[in-house]
């Protein structure tokens, strides 16, 4: 067997490696040194927001940005179900509860439609909102025409986990900075990476400082250890700080890349009926990941039939998110449900997408869909 085609590879090189000895070579290993803080205020610029504070894991940043805007024991977070865990979880992390609601099923993200309709419900019950989270999914960003006038008028903030769309743009505007507070990963999968790693991203001096001083644990400005608040050990180590810098100057690149592909994959699947891209059509998308959806009433085959094939021929590919309330951890919470994310669940399949992906790997997988195809002319 060759060697296996990933979803979405890491793109380092030799640029990486000269950030990151320059680092070594410096000596400054402390959260305090240069590293770190020009890597927050080149990113803070690339996407236009007034601050950013970059902590170990997008994870990590999700939980300080919801415990910032108030999220906590007695209060809810509305949360897509269509999402990766660690959206729900960093909820759960603050003591609040996560109230799931489904997704659109053109574009898999939150369902405006459906979450009026949730704030009001919740509002009658007399539960507290602390926020509403939207995830930016495969790098498309959420109707924020729709969605921010709601949330205005309902007084609940919106948290911003933009995990998958740095880079991406909205209406112009960047992903990430559309709620009170966005966030960023910077895990070995994503647009651009540092191993492991997030940022929050505001224009609210006070929401970053006090996120700032939780993710020190919580240390006060005296000379001793003094604390008065549970804080965390969440601070971007300097050395994937240098890493991220390093890939930030290359972002652009590493998108047009992933766009090509898409580009492609678009090409190939408009011949087949039955199938489409989902959220196809948006200029802004970063194209994080490609995921095909397919009808298999008209196509005859199912998406997990595709899957097995490019197993076979070590391409990597998998549905997109089990939703959360079917989770058996979730499965009590509360929902509002139209049947899109089970659906896409069961019917979609994310393709390789990575900028890293050499010609030759990106000749594997269309080989093999198109040998997959042609076996069911």
């Known amino acids: 067997m060759t060697d296996p085609v990933f979803l979405s590879p890491p793109d380092i090189g030799e640029l990486e490696e000269s950030y990151l000895l320059r680092a070594i070579r410096g000596g400054r290993f402390d959260p305090d040194g240069p590293e770190l803080g020009a890597f927050e205020r080149e990113l803070a610029a690339r996407v236009g927001v007034g601050y950013a504070l970059g902590l170990s894991s997008g994870t990590a940043a999700l939980h ?47 369902d405006v439609d459906l979450l009026s309709d949730l704030l009001g419900r919740l509002a009658d019950a007399g539960r507290r909102v602390a926020a509403v989270l939207t995830v930016d999914i495969n790098g498309r960003c959420a109707d924020y025409d729709r969605l921010l006038p709601l949330c205005a008028a309902a007084g609940v903030p919106v948290v911003e986990d933009a995990a998958q769309a740095l880079g991406s743009t909205y209406r112009g505007r960047c992903a990430g900075t559309f709620g009170r507070v966005g966030i960023y990963s910077f895990s070995h999968n994503k647009i651009m990476t540092t191993a492991g790693g997030g940022m929050v991203v505001s224009d609210d001096p006070a929401l970053i400082a006090r996120a700032r001083h939780l993710a020190t644990q919580a240390r006060e400005p005296v000379p001793h250890y003094e604390h008065r608040d549970v804080g965390y050990n969440y601070r971007l180590s300097t050395l994937l700080a240098a890493l991220g810098r390093a890939q930030l100057t290359r972002l652009d690149t590493m998108i047009a890349r992933r766009r090509a592909l898409r580009e492609r994959y678009e090409r190939l699947f408009a011949a087949v009926p039955g199938t489409r891209i989902l959220g196809t059509g948006d200029p802004g998308s970063n194209c994080w990941l490609t995921s095909v959806v397919i009808d298999p009433e008209r196509t005859g085959w199912q998406a997990s039939r595709l899957a097995e094939h490019l197993a076979g021929h070590g391409v990597e590919c998998r549905p997109m998110w089990k939703p959360m309330h079917r989770q058996p951890v979730y499965a009590d919470r509360q929902v509002a449900l139209t049947g899109a994310a089970d659906l896409l669940f069961a019917t979609s399949l994310s393709l390789p997408s990575g900028s890293a992906l050499t010609d030759d790997q990106v000749e594997r997988v269309f080989a093999g869909i198109t040998e997959f195809l042609a076996e069911r002319r």
Do not use: H
């Open 64 to 110: 300080l940005a919801l415990l910032a805007v108030g999220a906590g024991p007695g209060t809810v977070v509305v949360v897509p179900t269509l999402t990766f865990a660690a959206t729900a979880n960093a909820v759960t992390y603050t003591g609040a509860e996560p109230v799931f609601v489904d997704c659109e099923a053109s574009t898999g993200n939150l």
